[in-house]
């Protein structure tokens, strides 16, 4: 316990330019005579620890003293930095910040400086705009499920409204697009699914523990495509001009093209459910489907219906 003890006072000490004894002993949970037992111990270690007196006093490692590192750069070190900041946005782990305290003792003084201009730029953020604590509630408790390999049991709402009870085999999470997904093996309909984390209403980690299947996430993650082809089409799609930025963000520059008359063209392959047909209604009547006429014809349908709506 003391060895950790000086260690977290080290690594601490590394990350700041100058710490109290007191705000150390509020930290460790030890009286101020442990902490100057502490320092002494440390310095007797070979780190040079300067003592400072009065209103701004307290302890600082000196200047000139850092611990060597051999296998990342300073570019290494910012853009690990940015990842985890990005990480802690979202999740509810100590170790983040555990992490980022160590990669800190990894840089001097000075690049300590450097890297918090650095991070100033670039901003990785993977919390939803709204949600945020309900989200991080949901993540901790299916990361921590994930590693146990605990059963989880799940209140979850498909795509069409429809609300059921799930009990699942969580093997990990992932961020796509837009939106946090759990992918696990459902015992339901015997097969690994993915839920998408907006969609579960409640949710209960049980202590029930699932032997390690073979499915890893990486393997899990590009297999929807694969399973179930019938349920993608191919389509053909006519834009007029100011609704360019949107298609880009949604479809990509590659799958598009500019018609003679400025009209911006998209081919693209999508399954064809509830999402794509809300997301095309979503562009008015800046959109026609030209190919094929089954999902045009299911376009006209539903504004038609929403047309009668006003009627």
């Not at 802690?88 to 980022?100: A, E, F, R, V, Y």
């Not at 400086?113 to 509630?137: F, M, N, T």
């Not at 015997?190 to 523990?209: G, H, N, P, W, Y």
Request: charged content about 30%; glycine content about 6%.
């Amino acid at each position: 316990m003391k060895l950790q003890r000086l260690l977290g006072i080290t690594m601490l000490l590394l990350s700041r330019k100058r710490v109290g004894a007191q705000e150390l002993a509020d930290r460790f949970e030890v009286s101020l005579r442990t902490i100057y037992r502490d320092i002494e111990a440390v310095n007797a270690a070979g780190i040079p620890i300067a003592s400072y007196a009065g209103a701004d006093g307290g302890y600082e490692i000196m200047d000139e003293f850092r611990i060597e590192r051999q296998i990342v750069t300073f570019d290494d070190l910012t853009s690990i930095v940015t990842a985890l900041k990005g990480m802690k946005s979202t999740l509810q782990d100590g170790q983040t910040d555990q992490l980022l305290t160590k990669i800190n003792a990894l840089m001097a003084k000075n690049e300590q400086h450097r890297i918090e201009e650095a991070g100033e730029q670039l901003l990785i953020g993977l919390s939803p705009w709204c949600r945020v604590e309900a989200d991080k509630d949901k993540l901790a408790e299916l990361r921590l499920a994930a590693k146990n390999r605990n059963v989880v049991w799940l209140t979850y709402s498909n795509s069409e409204g429809g609300t059921g009870e799930r009990v699942v085999e969580p093997i990990g999470l992932a961020w796509k697009g837009s939106a946090w997904y759990l992918y696990a093996y459902c015992r339901l309909r015997q097969d690994c699914r993915t839920f998408k984390l907006s969609r579960i209403r409640e949710l209960r980690r049980d202590m029930e523990v699932f032997p390690r299947r073979k499915e890893r996430l990486e393997d899990l993650d590009d297999r929807w495509k694969w399973r179930h082809p019938e349920t993608y089409i191919t389509m053909v799609l006519r834009f007029h001009p100011r609704v360019r930025v949107r298609v880009e963000e949604c479809f990509g520059s590659e799958q598009m093209t500019e018609a003679e008359d400025g009209a911006l063209l998209v081919r693209a392959e999508l399954p064809a459910d509830n999402w794509l047909y809300g997301m095309l209604l979503s562009y008015g009547p800046d959109l026609c489907v030209l190919e094929p006429k089954s999902l045009a014809d299911e376009i006209s349908g539903q504004a038609r219906r929403v047309f009668e709506l006003y009627q």
